[in-house]
Nanobody
Framework: VQLQASGGGLVQPGGSLRVSCAAS??????YGWFRQAPGKEREFVAG????????RYADSVRGRFTISRDKSNNMVHLEMNSLKPEDTAVYYC????????????????????WGQGTLVTVSS
């Protein structure tokens, strides 16, 4: 079982970028995206159940970021729009075999598996 994050890069403020998480060997029930900026703690960004019944966003990204499921490829994407310099961070995907409820989605400890992270830099 492996999670592989990809799609990071350099983007200008106001731009868009999509990061993706590919799961090999298993289809998880819940996926989450977290990020860690230099010198800061890792924080929750977005989460979704594979069924699509529950989705949660951090207040800082709601309305700008969209998490989506690609069932044909067993992937989860995070579409990021209107990017700001403060969105600069290493983005990590996480997954759990259980269908996490809304209140649990933002907790790092709720996720069993983690990908290696992909760097997103928002700068002019």
């Amino acid at each position: 079982v492996q999670l592989q994050a990809s799609g990071g890069g350099l983007v200008q403020p106001g731009g868009s970028l999509r990061v993706s998480c590919a799961a090999s060997g298993f289809t998880f029930s819940t996926y989450g995206w977290f990020r860690q900026a230099p010198g800061k703690e890792r924080e929750f960004v977005a989460g979704t159940r594979w069924s699509g019944t529950t989705t949660r966003y951090a207040d800082s990204v709601r309305g700008r970021f969209t998490i989506s499921r690609d069932k044909s490829n067993n992937m989860v994407h995070l579409e990021m729009n209107s990017l700001k310099p403060e969105d600069t961070a290493v983005y990590y995907c996480a997954a759990d075999s259980r269908g996490l409820i809304f209140s649990s989605m933002a907790g790092m400890s709720a996720y069993e598996y983690w990908g290696q992270g992909t760097l997103v830099t928002v700068s002019s």
